[in-house]
């Protein structure tokens, strides 16, 4: 069993900054990638960023230059930092891992999510 959670969001107003973070917890031998994805009310859930474990990155076009991910493989956490903050990056953000358990299963797996809101 693998529970992933995340903490951070919270409402900001446009031009503000957030810093999201994840940390994963159970059966973990290992993690390959983690990432971060959000989903608005109405739409698909779509990729904010990846990092591997070798630390190589990805970013939606959308966020390049404004948000930053990083990883703590000793604490198996991931985080988001978030900087000018747009409107439209208000969305429900959700943590993600691809990760081996001790018993050799691999798997993604999804935590709950956390609530980003940016409005004046």
């Known amino acids: 069993q693998v529970q992933l959670v995340e903490s951070g969001g919270g409402l900001v107003q446009p031009g503000g900054s957030l810093r999201l973070s994840c940390a994963a917890s159970?059966?973990?031998?290992?993690?390959?990638?983690m990432g971060w994805y959000r989903q608005a009310p109405g739409k698909q859930r779509d990729l904010v960023a990846t990092i591997t474990s070798a630390a190589g990155t990805n970013y939606a076009d959308s966020v390049k230059g404004r948000f930053t991910i990083s990883r703590d493989n000793a604490k198996n956490t991931v985080h988001l930092q978030m900087n000018s903050l747009k409107p439209e990056d208000t969305a429900v953000y959700y943590c993600?891992?691809?990760?081996?358990?001790?018993?050799?299963?691999?798997?993604?797996?999804w935590g709950q999510g956390t609530q980003v809101i940016v409005s004046s």
């Open positions: 159970g059966s973990i031998f290992s993690i390959y990638t």
């Open positions: 993600n891992a691809h990760i081996l358990q001790f018993n050799f299963r691999s798997d993604n797996y």
